[in-house]
Each structure stands twice: as structure tokens, then as C-alpha cells.
């Protein structure tokens, strides 16, 4: 049964601590935000790993989490009671349905905002997930002296259902490299500063933050056959796929599929069925007895060697060093 919240009073935000063998984190229990939806227990997910909750100042919180996460394919999303979300993602990745049907991908080393977001479901792209999770208040720039239009920001942020990827600027680079470099410890008060320096720069129209025009409405037809095409790849890893099997198959033009793949998905093609593969791969060699050269098979490569150079680059280790260190854990 779900738990009916009491009106919002300004914004107070309280919490309680809740322990688990593998999760120490503040759970709010009152207000709730879209992406905390991913962090709460009992919503379905599976959710093993570490997610610390703290507040770094006034009308500020954050959540950096650094786990594995399984959530069904689509998983609803809760209407958020809180006036802004900002979420680093450093590794894996975030795909939300929004209620108008639109599909919005979030990668690694990409910044998601959320400002009154009309969200229909969350699932998550990466079983690897981690990134820090910001929230914020309507007072929380005010102790950094910094004079945050929010009218403006909500002019802005409105016209994408309150939700917003930012990505490619030289600003969101520093970020993601700094967020790898600075020690846990300062984790949460960096990325606080950092997501009301973000509001700020968007508020004044600065050319360091662009926002993206707004998306553009596409064939629906083209679009449910695109998203045919995913789930047919999805299932089908050990065939030998090409782009002209695919737009044979589901009578699609190759230049349609890879266009409309690329605006649905976020990235080509063919990157994101070699991630796909790869990722099938880590759970194979996790889950499973299978040998090495039977799980390259399984995933589409007849060269082991091959499987092992793609499987690499994608995780940094060896198929039998990722094999041992998942086994260890």
C-alpha cells in the first residue's frame, strides 16, 4: 500500500536513518523526489552497493551512490514534491519515459535536471550506476550570495517537461573529470556547489551551459518500429546483426533506423549493440559456467581474441580478470 505524503509546508525535509548489510543511507520521508525513486527500498529495484545521503548546507542534499542496480523495465516514477534535481551521472546511465511518450537518455559524464519533470517511468541503462544526486531548495544559493533567477530557469527548463540533459560543454567536462578526482569525503559539498553553480549559469543565460532546442516530434510509426528493432537486437546478441538485415527485416530504410536509432537511444547503432553485448557478456561470466570462447559466441564474436579487445575497453579488465574479480565480490 502506498503511503499517502501530507501537503508540503515550505520546504522542510525530514529524514530517518535506515539500515541494511549493504545500504547506510537518510531515506526522506516525507518528500520524495523523481530520481530518489531509483535509491528508496521497496519500489522493485534491486539495489546492492553504497548510497550515502547527507546534507552539505542549508536546503541542500545529496545522495552519492556508487552500486548495481536492476529495476524493472520500467519503472513508475513518483511526482516529485521537491523544487530541483540534479544528477551527475559518472558511470552507467539513466533512460526516463516522459508522459507525452518521449524518451530522454542520460549518460556517463552527462548532467540530468529535473525542475517539476513530467515523468512517466525511470529504468536504468547500466546495471553499473553511480553519480551523485542533488537536491535542491528554494533557498539553498542564497548562504553563495548568488542571485539565482528561478523564474528564468523555469522559463527555460518548461518547454522540455521540466526535463533537461546537458552534455558536450566544456563546463560539464571539468566536471566530470573533477568528480573522479576529488576525495569522497568532499564528494557531496563539491557536487552542491557545483548544481547551484549550474542553476546559476542557466539563470543568466550563460554561454558555458547550453540547453538543447527542444525536441522535435517524430513519425510515430518510424518510432515504434525503431523501438521494435531494439528489442529485436536486445534478444537476438549472438546473431550476426547488420544495419541492412535490420531495415530489411522490419522495412525500414537504413538511413531512418540509424537517425531515429541515434534521437530515440542517444547513441549510434552500433555502439549501442556492442555495449549491449558487452554488458551481456559481464553478466555471463558473473552468472554463469559458460567458458570464455562460449560466452564471445553467445554474445555474437567468433574470435575470442575480438570479444576480449572489445570487453576490455569497455570495463578495463580482461574477461577472466573481470570473471575473477566478480566472483570475489
Excluded at 546495471?127 to 542571485?147: D, H, M, Y
Excluded at 558536450?168 to 567536462?173: F, L, N, P
Excluded at 558473473?286 to 555474437?300: F, K, M, N, W
Aim: charged residues 20%.
Amino acid at each position: 500500500m502506498s503511503r499517502v505524503r501530507p501537503p508540503c509546508s515550505g520546504f522542510a525535509f525530514q529524514h530517518r536513518l535506515a539500515k541494511s548489510n549493504l545500504i547506510n543511507r537518510y531515506i526522506p520521508t516525507e518528500e520524495i523526489a523523481v530520481l530518489e525513486t531509483l535509491l528508496k527500498p521497496n519500489t522493485g529495484a534491486s539495489l546492492s552497493g553504497c548510497v550515502r545521503w547527507t546534507q552539505p548546507m542549508d536546503g541542500v542534499h545529496v545522495c552519492d551512490f556508487d552500486c548495481a542496480l536492476t529495476v524493472p523495465p520500467a519503472m513508475p516514477a513518483e511526482p516529485s514534491e521537491v523544487p530541483c534535481e540534479v544528477l551527475f551521472c559518472r558511470q552507467g546511465g539513466l533512460r526516463l519515459t516522459m508522459t507525452n511518450g518521449r524518451q530522454v537518455f542520460l549518460h556517463e559524464h552527462e548532467v540530468l535536471l529535473l525542475l517539476g519533470a513530467s515523468v512517466q517511468s525511470l529504468s536504468v541503462a547500466d546495471g553499473l550506476f553511480s553519480g551523485e544526486l542533488v537536491l535542491i531548495e528554494q533557498s539553498a544559493a542564497a548562504p553563495c550570495r548568488l542571485t539565482v533567477n528561478a523564474a528564468r530557469i523555469k522559463a527555460r527548463v518548461t518547454p522540455h517537461l521540466g526535463c533537461v540533459v546537458l552534455r558536450s560543454a566544456v563546463w560539464i567536462d571539468n566536471l566530470a573529470a573533477a568528480l573522479q578526482s576529488v576525495p569522497e569525503r568532499d564528494r557531496a559539498a563539491y557536487s552542491a556547489i557545483k548544481a547551484i553553480e549550474l542553476l546559476y549559469l542557466i539563470s543568466t543565460d550563460s554561454p558555458l551551459l547550453t540547453i538543447p532546442p527542444e525536441s522535435v516530434s517524430r513519425d510515430h510509426y518510424l518510432t515504434d518500429t525503431v523501438r521494435q528493432v531494439q528489442e529485436y537486437m536486445v534478444s537476438h546478441l549472438s546473431d550476426p546483426l547488420t544495419i541492412d538485415q535490420l531495415s530489411a527485416r522490419f522495412r525500414i530504410s537504413p538511413t531512418a533506423l540509424k537517425d531515429i536509432f541515434r534521437q530515440t537511444y542517444g547513441r549510434p547503432i552500433h555502439q549501442y549493440l556492442l555495449e549491449k553485448r558487452v554488458q551481456h557478456a559481464a553478466e555471463l561470466l558473473h552468472r554463469s559456467p559458460l567458458s570464455i570462447v562460449d560466452i564471445a559466441a553467445a554474445v555474437g564474436y567468433n574470435s575470442a581474441s575480438q570479444f576480449g579487445v572489445a570487453f576490455k575497453r569497455r570495463y578495463q579488465l580482461t574477461p577472466s580478470q573481470y570473471r575473477r574479480q566478480a566472483r570475489k565480490s
